[in-house]
């Protein structure tokens, strides 16, 4: 793993991790990085530290670790286990949430209160950060083979996900039918995110070749 600048200039490289890593998060003042990988770990890096190791490895999981995301004194975490779990940094606590079914991607929502997990069965379900209770469940997208993003608009009144048929799904956060859809590619959708302060998004897909249609 390597930090560069914005030139693309190499400034820190990091080793530890047997495979791939599928999420990267800073704290709030830069100086610690998490990282969710494939080998079914969490790891913490200190920035500030000449070190080329973790500072920290934690093995609570099943299986591949989707998603760690820092907020505050908490870093949340998805598994392709079918779990949620969320450390609190200063009570060196942790909270499982059993979700069900593998989780691929999470996004927080905007007020910081609620999780839409995206699972492989065609399913985000949206769930109560305080008592994991299941808010609801959209199911108009398709995601059963490979990671689809989603994400919350800048007051949480919508809920965006990719989809494996090319289409961006738009979801009222208060019902579970889409409010609409966007047919503009014609693969995978595999990652969206809103703007932070417009009613605007982007959407990337996924390609693999010879054979993008199938990705």
């Given at each position: 793993m390597c930090i560069r600048d914005r030139t693309g200039k190499v400034l820190?490289?990091?080793t530890g991790h047997s495979?791939?890593?599928?999420?990267?998060?800073?704290?709030?003042?830069?100086?610690?990085?998490?990282?969710?990988?494939?080998?079914?770990?969490?790891?913490?890096?200190?920035?500030?530290?000449?070190s080329f190791n973790s500072i920290q490895v934690v093995k609570d999981f099943?299986?591949?670790?989707?998603?760690?995301?820092?907020v505050g004194e908490h870093i949340i975490c998805s598994c392709m286990d079918g779990t949620m779990k969320t450390f609190d940094i200063r009570k060196f606590e942790v909270v499982t949430d059993q979700v069900g079914s593998p989780i691929s991607?999470?996004?927080?929502?905007?007020?910081?209160?609620?999780?839409?997990?995206?699972?492989?069965?065609?399913?985000i379900k949206l769930q109560d950060r305080n008592n994991a209770e299941i808010l609801s469940e959209y199911t108009d997208h398709i995601s059963k083979?490979?990671?689809?993003?989603?994400?919350?608009?800048?007051?949480?009144?919508y809920l965006i996900t990719g989809s494996e048929?090319?289409?961006?799904?738009?979801y009222d956060t208060l019902k579970k039918n889409a409010?609409?859809?966007?047919?503009?590619?014609?693969?995978?959708?595999?990652?969206?995110?809103?703007?932070p302060?417009?009613?605007?998004?982007?959407?990337?897909l996924l390609y693999t070749s010879p054979s993008p249609r199938d990705s």
């Open positions: 820190r490289k990091f495979a791939k890593i599928n999420s990267i998060s800073f704290n709030y003042d830069c100086n610690v990085l998490a990282t969710g990988s494939y080998d079914a770990t969490l790891r913490f890096w200190d920035l500030r530290s000449n099943k299986d591949s670790v989707s998603k760690a995301l820092i991607y999470f996004a927080l929502s905007k007020d910081k209160k609620c999780i839409a997990a995206s699972c492989l069965d065609n399913k083979s490979y990671t689809v993003g989603c994400d919350f608009s800048w007051d949480d009144s048929d090319g289409q961006v799904y738009a409010a609409f859809k966007l047919n503009n590619h014609s693969m995978t959708v595999s990652h969206v995110e809103f703007s302060k417009r009613d605007s998004f982007v959407s990337c």
